[in-house]
Each structure stands twice: as C-alpha cells, then as structure tokens.
C-alpha cells in the first residue's frame, strides 16, 4: 500500500522552509492554525504569524494590506469558509486589485467526514474559479503540495490551494516536479481519458487498472492546476481517446467537470462524463462512507468510463 501522508502538514511544514528562506513570508490563519498547520509557522515564526479570530473577513483585508505592503502573505482556514464566508472580499480586496496573496485552504470536499454538512466544501472551486486572475490548484498528494505551495510563493498573483483533511496515497515518486498550468499524464491509454483532481487522482488510477481486466486502457491526467487550465492537454485527450471522464470532490456545477466541458465542447466534442457530486449536501459520515455514498470510487469513475465509450 502506498505511504499515507497530510497535505496539511506537508503545508505547514512548507511554509515554516519558505519562512527561512524569505522573511517577506508571513502567514495569517482564522483561529484554525491547529487543524490547517500554520501553527508550524507561527511557533517558528511568531512575530510574522497572525491570527485573526473567526473573523474571515477581516483576515482577507488585512492579507490584502499585506499584499499591498511587499509582504507575501498566506492566508488560511477550512475551504467551506474561504471563498465560501468571505466571497465579497476577496472579490474585492484580493481578485480586483490583483494583489500578491496565497489562499490555502483544508478541509476541502466531503472528506471532512463527521464534520458534517456545514464544513463540507463542495462549492469553492466553482466560487474561486469565477474571479478573473487567480490561480487555482487542487494537489493530489504530499509530494505535489510541497511543490505547489512553493511555486505560489514564487510567483506573483492571487493563488487559491485546495487541500483536504484525512492523510491520503502519494501517487507521486520523491522525484516529481510540478509544472504550473501543466497536465500531468499518469498513464497512457487509447480508449478514454479519466481527468482527476485532488484525492480523486488516486481513485481514478486505481479505475484504470481495473478496466483492463475487460479490454479497455484509460489515460489518466492529474489536472491539479484547475485555473488556468491545461486546455492543450484536454483537447489531444479527446482528440486521441474520443472520450473523457472527470472526477472530482467537488459538486457537478462549476468545477472541474464544467470547465473541462467548456473546452471539449469548443475544441473538440466527445462524450463526457462528469463523476462528481451531483445537486446535494452530503450528510455527516466517514470519510470513506461519505464518498461511496455519493459516487466518488474508482467503481463510479469506471462506470462513467463505461457510459462514455458506449457513446462514441
């Protein structure tokens, strides 16, 4: 079985390295700063770390004043309350004037598990998504995180990190190297194409596998910069395989199941289908419970494979 390892603290153990590295680093967090890991930076760093209460907003506005001053801030709480509590300023604090803060937010999707429905954030991506110039990245694994954190920090601009609770799978070897605004082809195949995002990624290799058993060889890419889209990446997809399966943690409406589609359908038109949550809450339960419930496995990815070669 594959090494099971936290995106939260890979984050935070990230940023205390990016602290020693450059003191213009500082780090803000809304009274979360156990369950997001900045607490890592902030006992290393404790005159650079500020901890903003539950007060969201008032967090974004002073990252934005942050920003504003030459500092390069990163700002974080659970994703179901950044985009979801504090929309309207980082609409207008962060995404309007462009300023240079990095959102990175846990506690992404369903996986939050017995928090229940009102921590589970199924609705971010399709928020963050909608405000013109930020980067918007949903790593797969420890590895990835690492290096997407690191590659928020050298680049200027509003960047949103989604990452999720429970320890998963590194789908990744030591010597991987994030590529912004890159697709990565985790394996090849000439029937279909799965595109997978976050924890999705793993459960969409593990569908690939299985449908070979019956004849049919998938590729999967890891489309973990959501925003700006590998749109090249997606077009040869269709283009070579003649269809496409996304999967995501995430509701159908707005994440990456429409934006793929936004680009299939412009570029080259092939039966989709979307594995995601459809227009619901989910309920409070296990992790593992809540995401077979409501058909993120590798058996829903295969079944949507299916579905979508039958189409072409």
């Known amino acids: 079985m594959a090494q099971e390892i936290s995106l939260r603290e890979t984050y935070g153990q990230t940023l205390v390295e990016l602290g020693m590295e450059n003191p213009d680093i500082v780090a803000l967090d809304a009274d979360l700063c156990r369950s997001t890991m900045t ?17 969201e907003q008032n967090m974004v506005g002073i990252a934005a004043g942050l920003a504003a001053s030459g500092k390069i801030p990163f700002a974080s709480t659970f994703a179901v309350f950044a985009p979801g509590r504090c929309f309207d300023q980082i609409r207008m604090s962060i995404a309007q004037p462009q300023l240079n803060v990095k959102l990175v937010t846990t506690h992404g999707g369903i996986s939050v598990g017995e928090d229940g429905t009102s921590h589970q954030s199924i609705e971010d991506l399709s928020l963050i998504c909608s405000l013109p110039g930020f980067t918007v990245i949903v790593p797969a694994d420890a590895i990835e995180t690492a290096q997407a954190v690191r590659v928020a920090a050298a680049h200027f601009g509003p960047f949103y990190i989604r990452l999720c609770r429970p320890k998963i799978p590194l789908v990744y070897a030591e010597d991987y190297r994030f590529n912004l605004g890159k697709a990565v082809t985790m394996r090849q195949g000439r029937d279909a194409t799965i595109i997978a995002i976050g924890l999705m990624v793993k459960a969409a290799l593990e569908a690939a596998q299985n449908l070979v058993r019956d004849g049919i060889y998938c590729r999967v890419l890891n489309m973990s910069t959501l925003k700006p889209i590998d749109e090249e990446a997606i077009i040869k997809a269709a ?19 429409s934006v793929v589609a936004q680009v299939v359908t ?3 038109p092939v ?21 077979e419930r409501y058909g993120l496995t590798a058996r829903d990815i295969e079944r949507g494979v299916r579905s979508a070669i039958k189409r072409k």
């Open 39 to 55: 607490r890592f930076f902030a006992l290393k760093f404790p005159e650079r770390f500020f901890d903003c209460g539950v007060a």
């Open 239 to 257: 283009a070579e395989t003649g269809a496409i399966v996304t999967a995501e943690e995430h509701l159908e409406h707005g994440g990456l199941g």
């Open 266 to 268: 412009s570029h080259q």
């Open 271 to 291: 039966p989709m289908e979307l594995v995601a949550i459809k227009d619901t809450y989910a309920r409070s339960g296990k992790p593992d419970e809540l995401l």
